[in-house]
């Protein structure tokens, strides 16, 4: 019997040592202050799949291009509603997505994007 019993409180002992780690890592991750920029597109009905590209790929080109922007995504894989493409760029910070509007970067860009974008629509989400 007294085997049993120290068994479950060993038991019961390592259980909250594993509630007690899970709960402090969850405590200490940091909330990011970063921004996404969510962009979900459709296209021009006479727009080329290699125009889109070149739009998609310019989005790449624009992390290179301007330095508030940290990471981007390009391949859609689910698309819902009238839009057929999504990507998104993620901003260092809320300066940096406000100073982006109008840069040189973006004026490059929107040579090749405006073209062939019928329509988008935009979400802009942070912490």
């Known amino acids: 019997?007294?085997?049993i019993v120290l068994t479950i409180l060993s038991l019961a002992v390592l259980a909250l040592g594993a509630v007690n780690l899970s709960?402090?890592?969850h405590k200490n991750k940091a909330t990011p202050h970063t921004v996404i920029h969510v962009v979900t597109v459709?296209?021009?009905?006479?727009?080329?799949d290699d125009a889109i590209q070149a739009a998609l790929d310019?989005?790449?080109q624009l992390q290179k291009d301007y330095d508030g922007i940290t990471r981007v995504w390009i391949k859609t894989i689910?698309?819902?509603?009238?839009?057929?493409h999504a990507f998104?760029?993620?901003?260092k910070d809320q300066q940096a997505l406000?100073?982006?509007?109008?840069s040189d970067a973006q004026k490059k860009w929107y040579k090749v994007y405006y073209p062939v974008r019928e329509g988008s629509t935009t979400f802009d989400i942070t912490n």
Do not use: P
């Open 1 to 3: 019997m007294k085997k």
């Open 23 to 25: 709960a402090a890592h």
């Open 42 to 48: 459709s296209w021009k009905a006479d727009a080329s």
């Open 58 to 60: 310019g989005v790449v």
């Open 78 to 84: 689910k698309a819902q509603g009238n839009r057929s």
């Open 88 to 91: 998104v760029m993620e901003f």
């Open 98 to 102: 406000v100073d982006y509007a109008g």
